[in-house]
């Protein structure tokens, strides 16, 4: 596998976009990645497209070369990629195999989804179908209702308090308040979040991410060639995908992701990276138990230790570890097909030092961890600044 | 890029399976495929799952683990690719180029759905997804409308004929009859696919392919090793993949694919085979005219020639180039996410003398065509008999 670099980046604002719809979405971040990259359309390769369920959501199948042939690509492979919330980080994955593998040497990896043109309710409902229907999900069990059992099992088996949930929150708001493209720019303190309108006991309001719309594209290059193209390349080290039960109640014990842990060794032991060498990095809080789970399932922190961790502010702009600098799902947004590569690009406006507000002081080494259902699959990526 | 084989296939039957749900179907599939390769599922290296509308068909999603681990893979990628109704000949193309690449040593591409759990309307209505519901699906336009346009268009230009249509029917249900897994396994003479109900002017039933469930598995490894595991391995000479518009009003004209045109173009070109070296293929026929069209995009006769060389027994059993042996989608079944993998099981039945009383009598060089939505994917796949 040869090494691989990404040399454009571009985003929308993720946000509710009523007079927007998915493929006018997907196709702006498209052109800002291409932009970025200083590449016209008529010289990409191959178009991996990550969506959950436009079908479901805005009744548009067959996306790829949909969205495609509206961004410039025609008579190249146009493949949607759907793995539920990791949707765009598997995109991803097979765009990153295909270069560093040498069969590419200029692809688009992208993700998009659209939600909110359906009710809260029937959104719900969509996305449960990212667990299983035949026995959870026919039991009612929303996702709400699984990563709360999770919140509550950490709770009993480390002590981890609401307050513990909270501060990720706290945080996360605080650092997508600084953040142009962030969906709810908003700052939240830990009583208003420790307040918020129940969800699912003991996640409130505010443990849970947001319902958004959309996109998010990057393009990838072998990294000999990103000096043609741009002086701020950022490389790619190693992505890996794994995967695990889909329904919580086949996995033995729910306040772990075998998926993270084995993703996290395979992408760390590929980059030769160690977690302490992690410098800032992009997890999937999708609600805040899911980021503390993470943040140990990554090694960043013993197990069980991630909520006081959190609370202590290791986590923060300016802790030893900064997380979700883009302010996470939980204040960026989870536009779900778009969040994987949403947040490739995120770590790599903090390696390029172009974060503005949020930038961290050290941004040499950086990681983004996507996660599909509760841990049924997962995608981690490790990125350096070139 | 190394050569690779193919040493497994499973099929279930295609039909209407109410007992039955869309994992028991893919898992039946996968595991026929291992034994066939005398291969456990924990040696496989990732699981690339082609499925169309899971969520739509049956309101379940994250369809690659959830399969997969069914399956008894775990903790490796497991993927699900949608590219309409060419969504498993994706999977086997991302598959067989992550092999080709030298990324896995073995893996399993599938295919599955489950459609007749829904009414006839609501199939239609989930189809026509495949199509740009922002143009022609908001006017009402449904395949079976799309595809007639496309037949109407190909009886202007070239004269083609309802009789020609209907002789492909004719055809595809004969060989149908002949295959054990076929949906329909019904005999029909000219006169009564001429007579059939009317469905969009100029189709009628008799040209329109089956709602049907059913999955399709393939083991993939490079060709080196193939003879480890098995001595009826298939070799895979060329896999392409490539894309157009996805309505067909943006298409010059509508009486030819150039998706199917060039991904046989590159097929042949990477396999080093000319269109008259093809001893046997299965074709896309979601609609007789598809089969039509296919015929003449992919060089088997000229423009405007596929009905009366159908009509004239050239693609028979016992003719020149005998096409969709296995009934294809008109008899066999279309279970749409299942379709190009089946294909590909199908030719490699052909290669390796298993297909019984559709068996051809030349059967080195075979070739599987499938094509998503109307015409803005498609995949080629050029096979060779080890």
Request: net charge neutral; glycine share 10%; hydrophobic share 45%.
């Amino acid at each position: 596998m040869r090494p691989v670099a990404i040399i454009g980046i571009g985003k929308t604002a993720f946000g509710a976009f009523p007079d927007r719809d998915l493929r006018s979405l997907a196709v702006e971040a498209v052109g800002h990645a291409l932009t970025d990259a200083n590449l016209p359309a008529a010289s990409v390769e191959a178009f991996y497209l990550g969506n959950f369920a436009g079908p479901s959501f805005v009744g548009q199948n067959h996306l790829a070369p949909y969205i495609g042939t509206a961004a410039g690509f025609t008579g190249i492979p146009c493949t949607r990629f759907e793995d539920a919330c990791a949707s765009s980080g598997s995109a991803f994955f097979h765009a990153w195999q295909s270069v560093a593998a040498g069969v590419y040497d200029i692809v688009v990896a992208a993700g998009v989804e659209k939600m909110t043109s359906q009710s809260t309710p029937r959104v719900t409902e969509i996305l449960a179908g990212a667990g299983d229907m035949s026995g959870e999900g026919r039991a009612g069990a929303t996702f709400p209702a699984l990563f709360a059992m999770i919140a509550r099992r950490h709770m009993h088996q480390y002590g981890t308090t609401r307050e513990h949930l909270a501060a990720v929150a706290v945080k996360n708001h605080s650092n997508g308040a600084k953040n142009p493209l962030a969906h709810m720019r908003k700052v939240v303190t830990l009583d208003q979040a420790l307040a918020g309108k129940p969800i699912a006991e003991p996640l409130t309001v505010y443990d849970c991410s947001l319902i958004s719309d959309g996109a998010a594209a990057v393009v990838i290059v072998p990294a000999y060639r990103a000096p043609r193209y741009t002086s701020r390349s950022v490389r790619v080290c190693s992505v890996a995908q794994t995967s695990d039960y889909v329904a919580l109640d086949s996995k033995k014990d729910i306040t772990c992701f075998p998926a993270v842990q084995s993703a996290g060794q395979k992408a760390y032991q590929a980059a030769a990276v160690s977690p302490k060498e992690i410098q800032l990095a992009e997890l999937h809080d999708c609600f805040t138990i899911a980021e503390i789970v993470a943040s140990e399932d990554l090694g960043f922190v013993p197990k069980g230790q991630g909520g006081p961790w959190a609370a202590a502010g290791c986590s923060a702009l300016n802790g030893s570890l900064p997380i979700n600098t883009s302010g996470g799902l939980k204040s960026k947004g989870h536009p779900v097909g778009a969040t994987g590569v949403g947040q490739i690009c995120d770590v790599v406006m903090q390696l390029r030092g172009d974060a503005g507000e949020r930038q961290v002081a050290r941004h040499q080494v950086g990681l983004a961890q996507n996660l599909g259902g509760s841990g049924a699959t997962c995608v981690v990526t490790i990125l350096k600044a070139a």
